[in-house]
């Protein structure tokens, strides 16, 4: 990944990028930045409540799919839900959503990011990354796209699938 000539400077990224959630498992997750979002949201299936907490948070388990076109291509995570927050989507509807924390990656930052999880089935993007997540280290060039590194290299493996018309098994 890149890194900042200037760290005391915010790094521009472009309107799509790929990040890394290192705590999740998760590398070169294809991602929408969306200025217009104030949370960030990641697609997330078989999303259960394990364990609740006196404290008020919760132990969750999910799966991140990492390819919409292979399901078998997915990480199982546990992880702490710190609460339920009430997020409006784009269309008006009001959704119930768990928020956890995790360390974001992107173009050589790293840095603490909330998260909601919720089903972006049919979506284009499987994360969604909010405001609240760019403030202070991001400007987003929305002319611009893969400014904070580009597409992560693939293994051989995957693009020797790739060539030969094969798919992947992971």
Do not use: C, Q
Not at 110 to 121: C, F, I, P, S
Request: proline share 6%; glycine share 10%.
């Amino acid at each position: 990944m890149p890194h900042r000539a200037d760290p005391s400077r915010p790094l521009l990224i472009g309107w799509k990028e790929y990040v890394d959630l290192p705590e999740l498992g998760v590398r070169g997750l294809k991602t929408k930045v969306d200025t217009g979002a104030r949370t960030s949201a990641l697609h997330v299936d078989a999303l259960r409540v394990e364990t609740r907490h006196p404290d008020g948070t919760a132990d969750v388990t999910f799966d991140i799919p990492l390819d919409r076109h292979d399901p078998r291509r997915r990480v199982p995570v546990r992880a702490r839900m710190l609460r339920e927050v009430r997020v409006t989507d784009s269309g008006g509807g009001s959704e119930l959503r768990p928020l956890i924390e995790t360390e974001l990656a992107l173009g050589g930052i790293r840095k603490r990011v909330l998260l909601t999880l919720t089903d972006r089935t049919g979506m284009l993007f499987r994360m969604l990354l909010g405001r609240k997540a760019l403030e202070g280290d991001f400007i987003v060039d929305v002319a611009s796209k893969y400014l904070g590194g580009g597409r992560p290299a693939r293994p051989a493996a995957t693009r020797k699938a790739v060539a030969t018309g094969e798919r992947a098994s992971r």
